[in-house]
Structures are given as structure tokens and as C-alpha cells.
């Protein structure tokens, strides 16, 4: 026969998961609204995921930060070729302002970025690819100062083996 006492209805089991949840990650606890880091502004491609997450670790920012992905992240933000996107990053900037009360913008480009290459074309990769990158991130810098002066910018290219450069 099964101990009546050690079974576990289904409401004590989430609640002691919930709690457990919030013992190891206790950024959970926090409100919706509040005093946060930074947004990250990433590219949709698959392998950066983890190299972001891992600077989000280094940089003490877990829990800290708003996260905003769209392919070639600064690229496609600025880029004329992704004209239509555009409004969606500055309208989710602002919420996040608003919400967060962010200090800074974090802008990751990446290396070998196909939406880099259907932007600006294939050789501006090929060829040009740092410089292509910092123009275009350059181009974001003076966007944000325009539309948000108070909030610091970083912005910076990826390689694909989690080295960065800085174009801040």
C-alpha cells in the first residue's frame, strides 16, 4: 500500500516547484515594471543565442535586461531594406523605457550575418564586413541619441566564436 502520507496532491507539487523556482532564480519575484539594465538587441540567427546568453552572464546582466531579437539586429533596425521593421524596435524601446526604466541599449551584431549580406549585398560581407557593420551601427548610435538621449549605447560585432568587438 502507498504511504498516504508521502503522496503529493498536484497543488502541493506546484507550489513547492514554484518556490523552488523562485529560490534558484529569484529575479522571478520581480515586478513586471521596475528599475532594469539594459534591452539586449540581438539577431534572430541560431547560433548567437548562447553566445548572448553567455554575455548576459558575464556582464551580471540575468534578470536585468528586456530582450529584443529581429534578423541582423543594429542592420535591421537601420537598414532601408527593412524599412517596415523599424517602428516596431523603436515602439518596443520606448515600452521598455516606460516599463523597465532601462538604462542602456545593447545593440549585437554578429559575423557572417545573412541579413547583413540581403542589405547591403554579398560583397559588403564578403569584402568590407567590419567596416559594413560599423557603419550601420553608427547609423543606430545616432538614431537612439535622436530618439532616446538619455539612454547609454553599446554596440558590438560578434564573431562567431563569442569574441566581441566594441564600436561604442
Same mark, same amino acid.
Given at each position: 500500500?502507498?504511504?498516504?502520507a508521502c503522496?503529493v496532491d498536484r497543488?502541493?507539487?506546484?507550489?513547492g516547484?514554484?518556490a523552488?523556482?523562485?529560490?534558484l532564480r529569484?529575479?522571478l519575484?520581480?515586478?513586471?515594471?521596475?528599475d532594469?539594465?539594459a534591452? *539586449?538587441?540581438g539577431?534572430? @540567427?541560431p547560433r548567437?543565442?548562447?553566445p548572448m546568453? @553567455?554575455?548576459?552572464?558575464q556582464?551580471g546582466?540575468?534578470?536585468?535586461?528586456?530582450q529584443?531579437?529581429?534578423?541582423g539586429a543594429?542592420i535591421?533596425?537601420?537598414?532601408?531594406?527593412?524599412?517596415?521593421w523599424?517602428k516596431?524596435f523603436? @515602439?518596443?524601446?520606448a515600452?521598455s523605457?516606460?516599463?523597465h526604466n *532601462?538604462?542602456?541599449? *545593447?545593440?549585437i551584431d554578429?559575423r557572417d550575418?545573412?541579413?547583413a549580406?540581403?542589405?547591403?549585398g554579398?560583397?559588403?560581407?564578403?569584402?568590407?564586413?567590419?567596416?559594413t557593420?560599423h557603419?550601420?551601427?553608427a547609423e543606430?548610435?545616432g538614431e537612439?541619441?535622436?530618439?532616446q538621449?538619455?539612454?547609454k549605447i553599446e554596440?558590438?560585432l560578434?564573431?562567431?566564436d563569442?569574441?566581441?568587438?566594441?564600436?561604442?
Open positions: 500500500m502507498p504511504c498516504a503522496r497543488r502541493g507539487f506546484l507550489l516547484a514554484g523552488a523556482a523562485l529560490v529569484p529575479w519575484v520581480r515586478a513586471a515594471s521596475g532594469y539594465e534591452m *539586449i538587441l539577431c534572430i @540567427d548567437i543565442q548562447e546568453r @553567455d554575455f548576459a552572464v556582464h546582466l540575468i534578470g536585468q535586461y528586456s529584443f531579437t529581429i534578423a543594429a535591421g533596425v537601420v537598414a532601408p531594406s527593412f524599412a517596415e523599424h516596431a523603436w @515602439d518596443n524601446l515600452t523605457i516606460e516599463l *532601462i538604462k542602456s541599449v *545593447i545593440a554578429h550575418c545573412g541579413a549580406k540581403i542589405a547591403y554579398d560583397a559588403s560581407v564578403a569584402t568590407v564586413e567590419t567596416e557593420h557603419k550601420a551601427m543606430f548610435r537612439v541619441r535622436k530618439r538621449p538619455r539612454l554596440t558590438l560578434m564573431a562567431l563569442g569574441s566581441f568587438i566594441s564600436f561604442s
